[in-house]
């Protein structure tokens, strides 16, 4: 994302509250077997301002479409820093395991973690002229949804074996707290750790140590920005962790702030006017 035109030349879209305006939307029923959940962001920034926004990705692959282009970005173990001003617009669908591997052509620790582009470039003007069709947001969203699934759903018509016990995986992982060890998971799917880091590194390019926790970190951010007064010691015991020092440092390694100051950051801009 960065200096792209505004979306629409249909006329004036309906205005943003805010400079930035980012939206998570539920999949429908016919593509949830393809994508956990859609993020869609618009920004109109004033001349001469803008902003630098971080990132703590998912572990899974995101198709990220601009109003010129639409890619495939693997899941990087990295924040990740965005820079943006002017105007403009990212349609994202975050992909469940098995749809970034089918998309990617090959197996996602291919490409090192280096994004690529969608072999069908169509879609992105199919959802670019789906956001540029309505007048007020909403309208925008539903209809870039349902353009994207039209062409993902056709791209991905079925799922094999070990496409569903990659989605079944990552599920675990992202849903169940307690799976705080590898080799837990992968008794719990009847295999070896050895099996399982083969599959997380074909399917996602991470190691399933790397999975579970990013999935701690991100529950952890989530936590302190919704409850910056949340006792971090505990915090840390309920994520798994032996003692707040260990998770403090993991959390600053990935985040860049330690949990204290992120928490302190996120109580500062929930005072903030607007």
Known sequence: ???????????????LEKPIDLRRCPTSSRAARLVRHYWIVEYRFPPGSSRDVPILV????????EPQRARLYPPSPELEERHLEGSGMAFG????????????????????GASADLADGAVAARVRDAMAGGADIASRHTAAIAAFESWLTA????????DELMNAVADAVEGDAELTRVDELAARFGMGARRLERLTARYLGLSPKWMIQRRRLQEAAARLGAEPTTELSGLAAE??????PHFSRDFAATVGVTPREFAAAAATARRAPG
Not at 95 to 110: K, S, V
Not at 239 to 244: I, N, S, T, V
């Open 93 to 112: 669908a975050l992909l469940r395991p098995a749809t970034g591997l089918r998309l990617a052509g090959r197996p996602i620790e291919e490409l090192a």
């Open 155 to 162: 791209r991905v018509p079925a799922l094999g074996a070990d």
């Open 239 to 244: 994520l798994g962790y032996a003692d707040y």
């Open 58 to 65: 998912y572990p899974a692959c995101n198709v990220v479409i």
């Open 1 to 15: 994302m960065g200096d792209e035109a505004a979306v629409s030349s249909r006329g004036p879209l309906a205005p």
